[in-house]
């Protein structure tokens, strides 16, 4: 074991449970560790604060209020397009994500809210907006990051969620 501690431009691996309102939200386990770059705001604030210093093996939990996760939940943060604008209307379903570009050109993922005969309500709120969550997390590995990842802000396992086209991560095809 290690006593390197988890600080800023190192790649941290770790397993969680998160628990939102009582009920498992999601997790990582031993065989699919969640991986990021600590000081690089992929994962929320409150969690990586809470992991600065650990070390390999520390098993902990950690309960995170809104504004140190998602941000509170924004009631004006809904907004409300005609069904003309959005191409694929007629195949929409409440609770489904769809991305809208505005007059900017800028993409914001949102949900579906509601469905009229002229429009649909699209929720852009984080889906953990208002939510406090809870950890249970243990440290698996830590590394330090090399020059890629600390340009790209993330470790190379998320470069596919990052869009990193132009890297060749082969080395993450499960598909042997």
């Not at 628990?19 to 969640?34: F, K, Q």
């Not at 809104?66 to 959005?86: L, N, Q, T, V």
């Not at 440290?139 to 596919?160: C, F, K, N, Q, T």
């Amino acid at each position: 074991m290690t006593s390197q501690t988890i600080q800023n431009d190192m790649v941290v691996s770790l397993t969680y449970v998160l628990t939102v309102d009582g009920e498992e939200a999601s997790r990582a386990n031993a065989d699919e560790p969640l991986e990021y770059l600590h000081g690089a705001e992929n994962i929320v604030p409150g969690l990586e604060a809470a992991l600065t210093g650990k070390k390999v093996g520390d098993k902990f939990s950690v309960t995170i209020a809104p504004d140190d996760a998602y941000g509170d939940y924004d009631e004006d943060d809904i907004d409300e397009f005609p069904r003309s604008e959005i191409p694929g209307a007629e195949n929409l379903e409440i609770g489904m994500m769809v991305e809208i570009e505005d007059e900017d050109g800028y993409v914001d993922v949102g949900m579906i809210k509601e469905i009229t005969p002229q429009a649909v309500i699209v929720d852009f709120n984080a889906p953990l907006a208002g939510k406090t969550l809870k950890f249970d997390v243990e440290v698996v590995a830590i590394r330090a990051a090399d020059e890629e990842e600390l340009d790209h802000g993330h470790p190379h396992s998320l470069a596919d969620f990052y869009g990193d086209e132009d890297d060749d991560y082969e080395d993450y095809d499960d598909e042997e």
